[in-house]
């Protein structure tokens, strides 16, 4: 039995991380959120350690590993400009950290994190779940035996919608979530990248504050993209139904199928995190250098070979009337 702790508590995500300890048979002994709403670890481990305060859960990890216990692994789920920090905690203090996508804002984080694990043996272990999932283990190995001539033609359509309250968090905030490809869209191209391979070039033709848009070409296909959190943009079959997201992959014309099995995917990788086969820095950097370069880029407009979806009009939130 290994021992946890949880930066992040509070988001909706860490439920997944709690899940996923519990089922590898493994405990967590600390957690830490600035939100003090996470009777969910009630459900989970309710005799874990609580701390709103980075300080006091810092020095209760210390004071840990001057006893005859370890903490083994910090899982990460706190806001995307705080992982890098929240990694070097981990590593430092004699932890491997499993972190939440997307694992760094920026492309020379990864570097220096490489300077960090070697400096203290700990090691780094990034969350890419799709990798998991069944649907695209197929169509990886679909790819893999086809012609290596062949280039492939992909629209990614991904709308997950959320309310106003997102306009008023941290994820609204580019220099914190690194805007929408990176926040709802970073596992995707990292899937896309794992299958088609690099990056030849990379086009955005609208990057706005609900939606982007553009256009990846890559070794082995040409993949026009769009990421949204606009209600609006859903198909109108998605609404009728109550829905409020919406995936979409389709290679040469044909839907993939992966709307489900997403729900175990969580345990899964710490599963092969704990066998040793887990996804580390060099895994997240090309994923990392697309959206980094995306949210760089200056958008095109509707030009050249641009996703349907772009021409859809949208709802913009009152902060951003003045579009």
Partial sequence: MKNFALIGAAGYIAVRHMKAIKETNNHLVAALDPNDSVGIIDSYFPNADFFVEFERFDRHINKIHKTNQKVDYVSICSPNYLHD????????????????????????NIDALQEVEQETGNKLHTILQLRHHPSIIALKEKIDNASEDKIYDIDLTYITSRGNWYFTSWKANHEKSGGIATNIGIHFFDM???????????????????????????????????LSVDYNALPEDV?????????????????????????????????????GNGFGLEDARASIDIVHKIRNARPLGLNGDYHPFAKKEIDYHPFYKDR
Wanted: glycine content about 6%; aromatic content about 10%; some cysteine.
């Fill in 85 to 108: 920090s929240h990694i070097r905690f981990a590593l430092k203090n004699g932890a491997d950290a499993i972190c939440e996508k997307p694992l760094v804002l920026n492309p020379w």
């Fill in 192 to 226: 896309l990248t794992l299958i088609f391979g690099e990056v030849q070039e990379n086009v955005v033709h609208v990057s706005e504050p609900k939606r982007a848009s553009g256009f990846l070409q890559l070794e082995k296909a040409r993949v026009r993209w769009y």
């Fill in 239 to 275: 609404k009728v139904k109550g829905q409020r997201t919406f995936r979409s992959i389709t290679v040469e014309g044909e839907e993939i199928e992966f709307s489900q099995g997403f729900t175990d995917l969580h345990t899964i990788s710490y599963q092969e995190i704990l066998k």
